[in-house]
């Protein structure tokens, strides 16, 4: 059997094919929405690598496992002009985040001032990734408006929740390493 190539020289010109076959720009809203989810992906892996050294992290390393898998689904949802649902995110999957932002907000201290990304390696990567969610809801955001058909409501509220998990996480993070918040100094 032939090993496949990394390489195609297809898109050199800057196009890259769909799911079907489409050719499109690599700087279209499509694949840009699409671009930024995977590189959301990469950031999770980095945050679960730090989290899955965390002790008490255990599970949210593992919660973030299944937020890559889910995302690895709304990125080819993305990809493909002939979907018409995202079935890689379902309600439950929002819920599951929900429920998880419940039981870390619960188990930090209460904020009383704003929180700047930081405190340990582990929070700041979880911040990191947080803004990077945001960047993919925008961009989700600018596909939409796009489209004819619009966007499954829950690929866009998933990405709304997952920035929220995210920021819980980076707190609870720096609270199993008895690192404080760092807050916001007026």
Avoid: W
């Amino acid at each position: 059997m032939k090993k496949s190539l990394l390489y195609t020289r297809t898109g050199d010109a800057g196009q890259t094919s769909l799911v079907g076959g489409e050719r499109i720009a690599k700087n279209s809203a499509r694949c840009t929405a699409y671009g930024t989810v995977d590189e959301l992906n990469a950031h999770l892996g980095l945050l679960q690598a730090h989290a899955a050294s965390v002790p008490g992290a255990e599970a949210e390393a593992a919660r973030l496992l299944a937020v890559e898998a889910r995302l690895f689904c709304l990125g080819a949802y993305l990809a493909d002009p002939r979907a018409d649902a995202c079935e890689g995110v379902a309600d439950k999957d929002i819920e599951a985040l929900e429920e998880a932002i419940d039981i870390l907000d619960d188990a930090v201290p209460p904020m009383d001032s704003f929180v700047l990304p930081g405190g340990t390696v582990a929070a700041a990567q979880a911040h990191v990734a947080r803004t990077v969610c945001r960047r993919a809801e925008r961009l989700m955001l600018d596909l939409r408006a796009e489209l004819a058909s619009g966007l499954d409501p829950r690929a866009l509220t998933y990405v709304n929740r997952l920035s929220d998990y995210l920021f819980a996480l980076a707190r609870y993070l720096n609270f199993l390493l008895g690192a404080e918040d760092v807050k916001v100094e007026f």
